[in-house]
């Protein structure tokens, strides 16, 4: 079964503080997908990044970076030096389904907001 | 890029009412198209899997006969709501990825905010 938590409800840092928001997740299959999106107050979904089960090689872009650890089954986000315009909701996702319907499983969120 | 747009954007109805949402792929064709719910302060939950023309593959726990969902063509799915009630209300977003493309690669609509009185 698919599975993601994202146990940090909700964060509030102050700007220029970095940031991580943890993930963990659980799949049977060796081959999976995960991703993290943004849902800023608009409501709409922005795709930040997607990560295959056999690339482990951790990520930057920007101020954001991916940090990938199979043994551990997590997949966290860190902002550094946060800014007020990354208040959103930070979601975390899992595919193991390659296919022309392939599902993604959300996690819960974490409610991340930048105080000025 | 790829757009995807929804209509309505907000609808509010009273209760006992159909709702008709309508989820269009702008500038590209999808044979499959994903309907999402997402209740206030929570997650989004995959309720089916909208196919151009045959049947949609709903999520287990929710009502095909009370969110009907046609993919008429490649460019347009429809979640219809039936006889809605307060606790329908919530936040439907679609999503879908290019015809023949990465079917990971999935475009997210703007959502639709239904309110039902």
């Known amino acids: 079964a698919q599975k993601v938590t994202q146990a940090q409800t909700e964060i509030s840092v102050v700007e220029k503080e970095d940031v991580t928001l943890d993930c963990v997740y659980e799949t049977r299959d060796t081959t999976y997908y995960l991703f993290w999106y943004k849902q800023p107050p608009s409501g709409e979904l922005v795709f930040l990044i997607r990560r295959n089960s056999f690339d482990e090689q951790n990520e930057i872009s920007g101020r954001y970076s991916w940090n990938f650890q199979k043994s551990t089954s997590s997949f966290n986000f860190t902002i550094t030096a946060s800014q007020v315009v990354d208040s959103a909701v930070y979601f975390c996702?899992?595919?193991?389904?390659?296919?022309?319907?392939?599902?993604?499983?959300f996690g819960s969120g974490t409610r991340l907001s930048i105080r000025p | 890029g790829a757009v995807v747009s929804q209509h309505p954007s907000r609808v509010i109805c009273k209760s006992g009412t159909s709702v008709k949402i309508e989820c269009r792929s702008l500038?590209?064709?999808?044979?499959?198209m994903f309907w999402y719910r997402q209740f206030p302060k929570q997650s989004l939950m995959l309720m089916a899997t909208?196919?151009?023309?045959?049947?949609?593959?709903?999520e287990q726990g929710v009502e095909k006969d009370k969110f009907l969902i046609n993919h008429a063509s490649l460019t347009l799915s429809t979640l219809t709501v039936t006889s809605a009630h307060p606790e329908d209300s919530s936040f439907y977003i679609c999503s879908a990825p290019l015809a023949g493309g990465d079917p990971l690669e999935q475009f997210f609509g703007p959502g639709t905010r239904l309110t039902v009185l």
């Open positions: 996702a899992l595919s193991d389904m390659y296919s022309s319907a392939s599902k993604i499983i």
């Open positions: 909208s196919n151009e023309g045959s049947k949609a593959t709903y």
């Open positions: 500038d590209f064709q999808a044979t499959t």
